[in-house]
């Protein structure tokens, strides 16, 4: 696809199923307050555009058993998102500041979801409560450790914070490889190019019985599993 079809068609038509989608998210969050009705719209939001933009996903591996998980995954293009709740068929909530939570219609739809916004200056504030919630409700939380989308599809160093969190609340990391998103859209690039994505789902990493300070080996540990299936 050109740079002229994707700023002119492409983009307009993902922002109309964005305000679309998140109208009717926002009408259903008021009356079902566990956010799966907003997590449908999410998903069928993701399959859209993958459609739109011709982004054909593979997956491979099998989901983990049912319950309440850290998906963690490389991340290499904004795709990831949409690519990502599309192929895990399961309630997924992201972690995101907390300043996000005044933007009109976003910040609105990320409380009334269940999605975890967090104060990066006091980041134990709220979230003990949230987590519960998340778990009683067998939701997962999906997260890139990186922190940002790699340039050239080599796998960064994962931050210790997610795994910190899985450490506490005694939840299993499944580790989740992603590749060839960057070549749909890779970073400060506007153009989208249809594409072939494969997404790698790993066994479960137990949490149970490790301590805080295991946090950091526990992000290495998965960061080398994602990466053998990454690029």
Known sequence: MSTAFTVLVLIPVISVFTIGLGAVSLLAA???????TSHACARL???LILIVSRTQVEVRGPLPPPGAY???ANHQSIYDIPIVFWSVPRQLRIIAKSSL??????GWHLQLAGHLLVNREKPGAGILRRMRRMVAEHAS???FPEGTRSRDGRVGRFKGGV?????EHGLPIVPV????????????RVTVRPGR??????EPVPTTGLAREGARALGDRVRAIVERDAG
């Open 163 to 167: 795994f910190l969190i899985a450490i």
């Open 101 to 106: 939570g005044r933007i009109p219609f976003l």
């Open 45 to 47: 939001w993701s399959r």
């Open 177 to 188: 490889s992603i590749h060839g998103s960057r070549h749909v859209m890779a970073r400060g």
């Open 141 to 143: 939380l999906i997260v």
């Open 197 to 202: 994505v494969v997404i790698t789902i790993h």
């Open 30 to 36: 008021l009356v079902d307050r566990t956010g799966r």
């Open 70 to 72: 850290v998906f963690a």
